[in-house]
């Protein structure tokens, strides 16, 4: 029998020992978490964070930089006014009343904005009755610039264009007080409506001709700051109104033969975008992430308005325009309201007398007392 030296057997069990450590470790590493693993996950989450910061920063500037551009837009269209009223335009009196008026819903719009604030913790266009009650004035005006214009454009006319015909004050037509009685109709119709509770959220006339809740979803529901149908309507009239008044003005520079009423509608342009940028954001439900849309709806108004106060300077210098004041009313007690009401007869009878297609635009004239 073979027997193995000590030395021999020793290395064996260490060879061993070795095989099985080898084979099987006696201490396990513990396995990391699967978020340290993922570490692309980790960055995109840190990337949108940092763009969802950004874009709130981003839109806090916007709408801080849109609030210093709304007031900055009111010298100019004061200055825009104390052109296209003087007389030597030849602008009727409820155009004049028409485009003056726009001054209160400037001033609504401020008060407006203050109470939305204090009294709901909501900006404007989230709180329907007051945006819309605010909104209205800037539809009524622009329905007044319409009917004045075109009481302008027959006046033209009827005078065959030579000179401007004479003009009245904005005191002397009756556009305040119609403008004034039909806000104070529809508050009160709102109030109404809401059960003499008006909150936040509460519809302008009750939301008038809305369709019922869950009616239409379109997969979504509706937020509770949605702008009401009367609220929309009162929208899009405005900017159907400022788009029929700038066809009336270019009407003009033909009727009257001076050019410069063209460069008026031209001027007219960048205060329609503005409309436009204010129904794209109520259209989006005023996002919080879209007052870049605000903040280029503030840059059209003042924008608008200077050059408004431009075309309008152009307008008065090729009409002979003297630095004075704008009349108001009618001084003489009347004087200028009959002198184009006479005038106006007149040309009802020349027309009448010609047989020619110009009696009728006359005679609207005449009707008008313009």
């Not at 910061?53 to 104390?82: H, K, R, V």
């Not at 009367?230 to 033909?254: D, F, K, N, Q, Y």
């Not at 840059?299 to 408004?308: E, K, M, P, S």
Request: glycine letters at 10%; charged letters at 10%; a neutral charge.
């Amino acid at each position: 029998m073979r027997h193995s030296r000590p030395g021999s057997r020793g290395r064996c069990v260490m060879r061993l020992l070795a095989t099985a450590i080898a084979a099987r470790p006696l201490l396990v590493p513990r396995a990391a978490p699967a978020a340290l693993l993922d570490v692309e996950a980790v960055a995109s989450v840190h990337t949108s964070l940092g763009d969802v910061s950004s874009t709130l920063a981003f839109a806090d500037q916007a709408g801080n930089l849109a609030g210093t551009l709304f007031p900055l837009s009111l010298p100019p269209y004061l200055l825009f006014l104390y052109f296209i009223c003087q007389d030597c335009n030849g602008l009727s009196p409820t155009a004049k009343a028409g485009f003056t008026s726009l001054l209160a819903f400037v001033f609504a719009t401020v008060a407006t904005s203050v109470v939305a604030v204090k009294s709901y913790g909501l900006n404007l266009a989230n709180v329907d009755w007051l945006h819309s009650g605010a909104e209205q004035l800037l539809s009524f005006t622009n329905v007044c610039n319409v009917v004045g214009l075109k009481l302008t454009l027959d006046a033209y006319s009827a005078g065959g264009g030579a000179t401007p015909p004479p003009s009245g004050g904005a005191l002397s037509s009756p556009a305040f007080k119609l403008i004034g009685c039909a806000a104070a109709a529809t508050c009160l119709a709102t109030w109404a409506a809401a059960g003499g509770v008006l909150e936040g959220h509460t519809q302008y006339l009750g939301g008038a001709g809305n369709l019922p809740g869950g009616l239409w979803t379109v997969g979504f529901a509706e937020p509770a700051n949605a702008l009401s149908v009367p609220t929309w309507t009162i929208h899009v009239s405005s900017l159907l109104e400022w788009l029929v008044a700038m066809g009336l003005v270019w009407r003009l520079g033909t009727a009257s033969g001076n050019p410069k009423w063209r460069g008026l509608t031209w001027g007219m342009i960048p205060s329609h975008s503005s409309g436009v940028c204010a129904c794209v954001y109520h259209f989006f439900y005023n996002a919080e992430s879209l007052q870049f849309i605000v903040l280029a709806q503030a840059a059209l108004t003042l924008l608008g308005n200077c050059t408004l106060a431009f075309a309008a300077w152009r307008l008065a210098a090729s009409n002979g325009y003297a630095f004075s004041l704008p009349s108001l009313g009618d001084p003489g007690g009347g004087e200028a309201a009959e002198e184009q009401e006479g005038a106006a007869a007149a040309a009802v009878a020349r027309a009448a007398a010609a047989d020619t297609p110009a009696a009728a635009a006359a005679s609207a004239a005449a009707s008008a007392g313009v």
